[in-house]
């Protein structure tokens, strides 16, 4: 069964964005060309839709006091507007930093940020909530820029040196902050990693501030990005943003062969996907008796094969008839079962088949000769020979009234003319039959 990626249900978030707005190799979007601060804001990762923009507040009440800002590769956090600065979906702010400030892009403003920080559990008054400095100018935005663009060089500068010191490390993306000061490096690692002399020659060879930040297989996927078997955009770098543990038993309850290249996905652990119906099997699973429970017939004792979920329907087989299956609903063999506890047993499982037999056959169309295995294998039309004929038909090519002629006198040998004259022929013989019996009246 095919598995649909299904969206995070949420009142605030529309959740894909614009499908011309894939982001080129700089991170850029490639649709609109506003660098990601377009109105909709639906060239971003994670992005939001405020459906509360078209609805004014009531009299007397003060908007809320806190933004959410987006950064690279989709991380957020919260800031407070403590210079009450009018501002809107895309604008880019500097907000305060640790030390000298960052650049961000407005993605949602208003009451939303209240259910927003609730869900997430951020408290107001915390530290974490830091505060927005200003609009950023158009200074700002160049010197973010400039940062933005030596990341490239220096990620690949960097695996240079982690790989020549023989550190078991993956250096995944950097991140400059808005100004300039300090990058911060994201690596991925199995154990734990030894990385001071690898901060040594960071600051030697890029001449700024480096920080170390440690991440999951998982959150290196929502950062980076890509194409998961479905062929869709991976949800973690869409509108996932919480990470649930996935377990085996998950592939279990929902039939899946337990082949891990199949279950893992990008990142290298179980998809994520394989929680999303989880609970709708878990449900039918409840009508379904349990499968080593073994039904008992005159016939012989029957072992549970296999089960169909989506239909309700159970294969069993006689002990010894291992290779023969018996289709059975879930409420006949729930009466079996019954009939078995009461010190019954029933005749047959061939009583509860003949329901099922019905016809199976599937017709199938030939499109244009695409079912044909042998279609490939008729030879290629030689193209000079017919150009050859074409011209020299078109060389020997009679006058316009022999031709109409000719047509003329050909045009009752062909097979719609022929039947239309034996159809004639027929009506006059019925009429002469007519006539003749008249004369005899």
Not at 6 to 18: D, L, T
Not at 41 to 57: I, P, Y
Not at 76 to 86: P, Q, R
Request: charged share 30%; proline share 2%; hydrophobic share 30%.
């Amino acid at each position: 069964m095919l598995r649909f990626y299904r969206r995070q249900i949420s009142i605030y978030i529309e959740n894909m964005g614009c499908n011309s707005c894939s982001s080129a190799k700089d991170g850029q979007p490639k649709g609109c060309k506003n660098n990601g601060t377009c109105g909709t804001d639906g060239c971003n990762k994670l992005t939001v839709f405020d459906w509360l923009s078209n609805m004014s507040l009531p009299s007397g009440s003060a908007p809320f006091s806190c933004v959410e800002i987006r950064f690279k590769n989709g991380r957020k956090h919260f800031f407070k507007n403590t210079e009450n600065l009018s501002l809107s979906i895309g604008d880019v702010v500097a907000t305060e930093s640790s030390p000298g400030h960052d650049i961000g892009i407005v993605t949602l403003t208003g009451e939303l940020v209240r259910v927003q920080m609730k869900k997430k559990k951020v408290d107001i008054t915390s530290e974490e909530v830091k505060k927005i400095y200003r609009k950023a100018s158009q200074k700002d935005i160049d010197i973010w820029q400039k940062a933005r663009d030596r990341e490239e060089s220096m990620k690949v500068r960097a695996r240079e040196i982690a790989i020549r010191l023989k550190l078991q490390m993956k250096i995944s993306d950097i991140e400059f902050q808005g100004d300039g000061s300090k990058a911060t490096f994201y690596y991925t690692a199995e154990e734990r990693v030894d990385f001071r002399q690898l901060i040594k020659e960071f600051a030697q060879e890029f001449s700024t501030r480096i920080e170390m930040r440690q991440v999951g297989f998982r959150q290196e996927a929502a950062r980076l990005g890509g194409i998961g078997s479905c062929g869709r955009e991976l949800c973690c770098s869409t509108w996932l943003t919480d990470f649930r543990s996935v377990n085996t038993s998950a592939a279990r309850y929902q039939q899946l062969s337990l082949n891990p290249q199949k279950l893992a996905g990008q990142c290298g652990k179980l998809k994520c996907c394989l929680n999303y119906e989880l609970d709708a099997y878990i449900d039918a699973l409840n009508s379904f008796p349990k499968t080593d429970v073994k039904l008992k017939t005159e016939k012989g004792v029957a072992v549970c094969q296999k089960i169909d979920i989506f239909k309700g329907i159970s294969w069993y087989a006689y002990e010894g008839e291992w290779m023969n299956w018996h289709r059975i609903s879930t409420e006949d063999v729930n009466e079996i079962i019954a009939a078995n506890t009461s010190g019954e047993k029933v005749i047959s499982l061939e009583e509860y088949v003949s329901e099922f037999i019905g016809d199976t056959k599937t017709n199938f169309e030939n499109v244009v000769g695409q079912d044909s295995l042998t279609r490939f294998d008729q030879p290629k039309r030689n193209k000079r020979r017919n150009r050859n004929k074409r011209r020299s038909n078109t060389g020997n090519k009679r006058p316009l009234e022999k031709q109409v002629v000719a047509s003329k006198k050909t045009k009752g040998t062909t097979p719609e003319n022929r039947n239309s004259n034996k159809s004639k022929n027929q009506r006059n013989k019925k009429r002469r039959s007519r006539n003749r019996n008249n004369d005899k009246a």
